[in-house]
């Protein structure tokens, strides 16, 4: 038997909206979600919360957060910053290791799983480990990416073109631009493009377990994959990579389910569990 209790957590003066996942007894572990940017955030709300009941079945306590600006959290996407996305993960962390008296494994998804590291790397001590699930390794390519949404947009519309350097300067500028229903603004594009996760030299020694989606299982992980992972590796983290088959969800616009990313992640910290005794 499992307990989710939603409710306001107050952090760098604004209250995120978090939903808690408890398991029966005193927890051996405790895990805190960050979600993935804009859009992909909700299309992977449903595999979150199943991760989430099983490994309160497993004895771990979750927190699920929704950043400053996002979901039901106070705030508007345009004010929200790369900094004050930080400040909430740690705030959050903060919190849960304090409820569950258990050191706090950071659990990301794509864009949520770089903010993750890139906290970590800042308080190593503080976070010994990292679950990444299909993280986004440059900020400033998945800007770029994200950019081209709204050039697709302009384009099928009929409107005036616009490029991605375009984009870009008139948020330079100071400008608020809106890219498939979000207000982006300059400094959090910014905040974002600076980001890399083979750059983040303060992951010496933090284990992490990076999950790659692949077409088919058996298949190999593609080069760019491969070649973060190695970056990782040399500055120190203890690496573990996994694929897995199935819907890629970040990108889906229908609900759908990824079983195979849930049962191997499970299967991961049972067999951690089986090993750890609650405090």
């Known amino acids: 038997m499992t307990t989710m209790r939603p409710f306001f957590l107050d952090s760098d003066g604004a209250r995120l909206f978090a939903l808690e996942c408890l398991p029966q007894g005193r927890p051996r572990g405790a895990v805190l979600y960050v979600p993935p940017f804009a859009e992909e955030m909700n299309r992977c709300r449903a595999i ?64 949520g799983a770089l903010l993750a590291a890139s906290v970590a790397a800042e308080a190593p001590d503080r976070y010994p480990q990292l679950l990444l699930w299909q993280p986004v390794a440059d900020g400033k390519s998945f800007v770029t990416q994200t950019l081209r949404q709204r050039v697709a947009w302009l384009m099928g519309q009929g409107l005036p073109a616009e490029t991605t350097d375009d984009i870009r300067a008139a948020l330079a500028g100071g400008a ?18 600076a980001q890399k996760l083979a750059a983040l030299t303060g992951l010496d020694g933090v284990r992490i377990d990076w999950f790659e989606h692949v077409a ?55 067999a951690a569990s089986a090993d750890t005794t609650p405090a």
Request: proline residues 4%.
């Open 48 to 111: 979150v919360a199943e991760q989430a009941r099983a490994f309160a079945h497993l004895g771990y306590a979750s927190l699920c957060i929704d950043l400053f600006g996002t979901g039901e959290s106070e705030g508007e996407f345009e004010d929200a910053r790369w900094d004050i996305w930080a400040r909430n993960v740690a705030d959050a962390a903060a919190h849960l290791a304090e409820h569950s008296g258990q050191p706090v494994t950071l659990w990301g998804m794509r864009l």
């Open 176 to 193: 608020v631009v809106e890219v498939a229903g979000y207000s982006l603004s300059g400094p959090l594009i910014e905040g974002i493009s």
């Open 216 to 270: 088919e299982p058996g298949a190999e992980l593609s080069i760019a994959c491969r070649r973060n992972l190695e970056a990782l590796e040399k500055l120190g983290a203890q690496l573990s990579a996994h694929s897995f088959v199935g819907a890629p969800l970040w990108q889906l616009h229908k609900r759908d389910e990824a079983p195979d990313l849930v049962a191997q992640t499970t299967a991961l910290y049972a």
